[in-house]
């Protein structure tokens, strides 16, 4: 339920609750919008879907104009802006929390948020639910030492932060994807899980 | 004329269709090709404008012969009726519903003494994993036909003659692509209207399903094998 994302790698687990039901064990939380964004939706999957299916008529209705042009992430950050605020304000809120990983039409990195009351910035780290208790941090402190880190590193730091997200939020799955946005390429993987160690569970003290 | 059509029909057919830029599409083994020969009246046009090759949604890829203005609105309406699918079905719409759709619309335009029928014919080609290429013809009067090989505007009758000549069931759009080329070349008339530039465009297996137009190497291919044939028929007609 709870993803994070950094400049230009964007992760989201694969997990759908039902409650606290871990209902839909293989589900696509991030969606590539067209080549320079990619989106990943936390809370209501039905919002999300829906929100999904708008900017998938988007990406067809700037294709068929056939000049090579598509809406940027932050065109794509602030059309959903538009519309969550809007929803907020007519007490019929989308509950979701979006973020927007891209680049602009200068090819510069992009990360932006979105929260169901319309909420929006842009930032160089940004997470949704657990993830901004657990991880946010650890993804700041990797960023101040490293800021002008490449795609690997930032990955590693994204991996890391899902192993402790995994130890630490009971609700959680150890089955995520990780979608990058760069120069190249843009692309989401496959499914993967983080390598974890629970020896120290043998021996808890303080919690029998 | 169709009896099924309205009075009108034929009206538009005439000044529209046929008196413009000739218009081919071949269905070959894996996708279809679209060769437009676009007249160009002007130097002053900007190069690559005013395109008469359109998709329709991403998955469908139309050319038009005729009146542009008329061809803007029918793709409109075409691109609306894919949307309105897609909503619906959560699936991309299949060329035949579309050019039902489309059908069902161009004849509405010659039922009523109102409205005037569209002055455009439309050759629309998709091609899909599962069913393969597919390629329809609708023309003014709202009839849409399915075609192997089809052409339309000035040329018609010697682009289709050209046509039948090509296997094209067992030919790829790489191939394709050359042969419509020089269809085009062959039946552009050098004396009447000077200037033209040649729109490909190409849907299949190379293309993944999606429409797009010719890449520029494959384009450059096309045009030199062309020009190559013309100078080669040319070369007969010295000799005889």
Same mark, same amino acid.
């Given at each position: 339920k709870q993803w994070y994302q950094r400049r230009v790698a964007i992760t989201a687990g694969t997990l759908g609750s039902y409650g606290s039901l871990?209902?839909?064990?293989? !589900?696509?939380?991030?969606?590539?919008?067209?080549?320079s964004t990619i989106i990943g939706g936390f809370g209501d999957y039905a919002d999300f879907q829906f929100l999904m299916k708008l900017l998938r008529q988007q990406t067809i209705d700037d294709e068929v104009v056939g000049d090579g042009v598509y809406r940027d992430a932050p065109a794509i950050h602030n059309w959903l802006r538009c519309v969550l605020y809007n929803r907020r304000t007519k007490f019929n809120p989308l509950w979701n929390t979006i973020v927007v990983a891209g680049k602009n039409y200068g090819g510069e990195p992009y990360l932006g948020y979105v929260d169901k009351i319309g909420v929006a910035f842009e930032e160089k780290t940004v997470a949704t639910g657990f993830g901004s208790y657990i991880a946010l941090p650890m993804m700041r402190k990797a960023m101040d030492e490293?800021?002008?880190?490449g795609v690997e590193e930032a990955k590693a730091v994204l991996k890391r932060c899902l192993r402790v997200l995994f130890y630490r939020d009971c609700r959680s799955l150890n089955r995520f994807q990780i979608g990058v946005v760069s120069a190249g390429e843009t692309s989401i993987s496959e499914p993967m899980s983080a390598d974890t160690d629970w020896? !120290?569970?043998?021996n808890p003290s303080g919690y029998e | 004329s169709d009896l099924s059509s309205g009075i009108n029909a034929e009206w538009p057919l005439r000044p529209g269709v046929e008196n413009s830029g000739s218009v081919i599409a071949v269905r070959g083994s894996d996708g279809v090709v679209f060769g437009v020969e676009?007249?160009?009246?002007?130097?002053l046009y900007e190069q690559g404008n005013n395109r008469r090759v359109q998709s329709v949604d991403d998955h469908i890829g139309g050319a038009v012969a005729g009146m542009l203005s008329d061809a803007r609105a029918i793709v409109a309406r075409a691109r609306e009726e894919a949307t309105d699918y897609r909503d619906v079905y959560q699936v991309p719409i299949p060329l035949k519903m579309l050019c039902e759709r489309l059908g069902h619309y161009v004849h509405l335009y010659t039922v009523y003494g109102g409205l005037r029928p569209f002055g455009v014919s439309i050759l629309l080609g998709s091609w899909d994993e599962l069913n393969g290429a597919k390629l329809m013809e609708i023309d003014p009067s709202g009839s849409a036909r399915g075609y192997y090989g089809c052409a339309v505007g000035k040329g018609k009758q010697n682009a289709k003659t050209e046509i039948e000549k090509l296997d094209m069931t067992k030919l790829t759009c790489r191939e394709l692509i050359k042969e419509v080329a020089k269809i085009i070349y062959s039946v552009h008339d050098e004396v009447k209207d000077k200037h033209f530039e040649l729109e490909l465009s190409w849907i299949g297996k190379d293309t993944g399903g999606k429409h797009q137009i010719v890449p520029k190497d494959l384009y450059d291919e096309a045009v030199k094998y062309a020009e190559e044939a013309l100078n080669d028929s040319d070369d007969e007609d010295n000799v005889m």
């Open positions: 871990a209902r839909f064990r293989d !589900i696509q939380r991030l969606m590539k919008v067209n080549d490293n800021p002008d880190m020896s !120290i569970g043998a | 676009k007249i160009i009246t002007s130097q």
